[in-house]
Nanobody, 121 residues
């Protein structure tokens, strides 16, 4: 059974930094894309950043220059380095991964349980 386990959320002051980690475990063949969504109260879930196994990355405009996504493919782990945090970054951050369980199978989305990030003084 595939699991995505997140860590690193918490409370931070505006301008501060946090690092989120997400490790995929279980039996699967490949994790094509891994990344992070977030959902703030009363708002829709939005894609924050993603990275493919080949190294291509995506960032939503609001975090460009402040957040950095990286992957350790050997550990099936994705990281999100967040700096210059703002109160509007406050949200539950969800890790996701496009995984194929075996060679030739389709890629399906898997989700972590979510970790709270609160930016407040």
């Amino acid at each position: 059974q595939v699991q995505l386990v997140e860590s690193g959320g918490g409370l931070v002051q505006p301008g501060g930094s946090l690092r989120l980690s997400c490790a995929a475990s279980g039996n699967f063949f490949s994790a094509f894309r891994m990344g992070w969504y977030r959902q703030a109260p009363g708002k829709q879930r939005e894609l924050v950043a993603a990275a493919t196994i080949g190294g291509d990355t995506y960032y939503v405009d609001s975090v460009k220059g402040r957040f950095t996504i990286s992957r350790d493919n050997a550990k099936n782990t994705v990281y999100l380095e967040m700096s210059s945090l703002k109160p509007e970054d406050t949200a539950v951050y969800y890790c996701y991964a496009d995984l194929a369980l075996e060679a030739g199978a389709s890629f399906d989305d898997y989700w972590g349980q979510g970790t709270q990030v609160t930016v407040s003084s």
